[in-house]
């Protein structure tokens, strides 16, 4: 067993082994963000689904209205007008075929990468660099479209792609434990309601299992599921 430091010790003392009102449990979040960096808030929810099947994945994106607390970093691959189009919109890299060989050959100073239908077949040779590290640009991320100015915006502005992973787990960064509690749960219950909207077809039985939230170095507090889907924004702050 990994030993357990002191500082996180003390922290875990402050949590008790109940659901929390979303607010409440963002409110402790806050409190147990200790770290000396300023640490993310995440979440790590388990869902009833299992996704080897192919009726039971979740993969989608998040719009978060408060954004994430992040500098987010735009590549694009395209051609043509398309590259100003992208350049003007405020893409950080742009290129075309010679961007997809400096990516080849190990670039890597971006956090998101978007392509234009067109050059897919030429980005797809990427795809053992890029798909480890959650890269790789794909339709159903909203990474692959003609609409370069749209989707570099929502990037920028708080756009988040997750999926679950191979146990129907989906972790999740929503914003900053600096973030005001208000702020926090208006983030996490767009995340919420993304998840309920995206709900796979062949999910059945109970779809939510369990829902925490916690700061990067902090520990985990469960969140009352039905007090956060009941919740209405107008409730918050």
């Given amino acids: ?83 100003n189009e992208a350049s003007n919109a405020g893409a950080d890299i742009v290129g075309s075929e010679e961007l997809i060989d400096e990516i080849q050959k190990g670039r890597m100073d971006f956090d998101k990468l978007i392509a234009t239908p067109d050059v897919m077949p030429q980005v797809a040779r990427l795809g053992k660099l890029l798909g480890p590290r959650g890269l790789m640009p794909s339709p159903k991320g909203g990474t692959v479209t003609f609409d370069l100015a749209g989707a570099i915006a929502e990037f920028k502005a708080g756009k988040l792609e997750f999926r679950a992973d191979r146990t129907g787990i989906v972790h999740v960064m929503f914003g900053k434990a600096t973030f005001s509690p208000e702020d926090l749960l208006i983030n996490l219950k767009a995340l919420q309601e993304t998840i309920d909207r995206n709900r796979p077809s062949g999910a059945k039985g109970r779809y939510w299992r369990t829902f925490y939230v916690a700061a990067t170095m902090g520990p985990s507090i469960k969140v009352d599921i039905s007090a956060l889907r009941d919740l209405k924004l107008s409730q918050v702050g």
């Fill in 1 to 83: 067993m990994p030993k357990i430091s002191r500082r996180l010790q003390t922290l875990q003392a402050k949590v008790e082994e109940k659901d929390y009102h979303p607010l409440e449990a963002l409110a402790l979040l806050k409190d147990t963000a200790t770290a000396k960096f300023t640490e993310a808030a995440e979440a790590h929810i388990r869902l009833g689904i299992d996704p080897k099947y192919a009726d039971q994945q979740l993969r989608t994106t998040v719009a978060l209205p408060k954004g994430t607390g992040q500098i987010v970093r735009v590549a694009v691959i395209a051609r043509g007008e398309k590259v």
